[in-house]
Nanobody
C-alpha cells in the first residue's frame, strides 16, 4: 500500500503557473502508475494526466495538453504536475492517485483503475 499527499495548490492569476506535488510513502512507489484528477464545484471528478511508473509514458486530457506536464522522481517518491498558462476553468481540487502495475509503460485515465488516492489540494485561478 501507498499513502499519497498532495501539495502545491493555491491561488494564482490567469496565465500563471503552479507545480503540484504528490508525495508517496509506504510501498515502493516506483511500482505504481500515477494519475492526476480534478473536481470542480458542482462537477464530477475528471482525468487530468497520467504517468507510467517507468516515467516513459504520459497521457493528458485534451483540455490541459500543451499547458500541463506530468513527471516523476522515483528516488524522491514524488510525482509532479507542472501547470502553466492556468485558466479560471482549471479551478478545482486536484487529486493524485496510484495503482500498482507490472508494466513500466502502463498508465490509465480511468478513475476506477486507481486503488490509492490522496486528500486533494485546492487550485484557484482568478480571472
Amino acid at each position: 500500500q501507498v499513502q499519497l499527499v498532495e501539495s502545491g495548490g493555491g491561488l494564482v492569476q490567469a496565465g500563471g503557473s503552479l507545480r503540484l506535488s504528490c508525495a508517496a510513502s509506504g510501498d515502493t512507489f516506483s511500482k505504481y502508475a500515477v494519475g492526476w484528477f480534478r473536481q470542480a464545484p458542482g462537477k464530477e471528478r475528471e482525468f487530468v494526466a497520467a504517468i507510467s511508473w517507468g516515467g516513459a509514458s504520459t497521457f493528458y486530457a485534451g483540455s490541459v495538453r500543451g499547458r500541463f506536464t506530468i513527471s516523476r522522481d522515483n528516488a524522491k517518491d514524488t510525482v509532479y504536475l507542472q501547470m502553466d498558462n492556468l485558466k479560471p476553468d482549471d479551478t478545482a481540487v486536484y487529486y493524485c492517485a496510484a495503482v500498482e502495475h507490472a508494466d513500466p509503460y502502463y498508465y490509465s485515465n480511468f478513475e476506477p483503475y486507481y486503488d490509492y488516492w490522496g486528500q486533494g489540494t485546492q487550485v484557484t485561478v482568478s480571472s
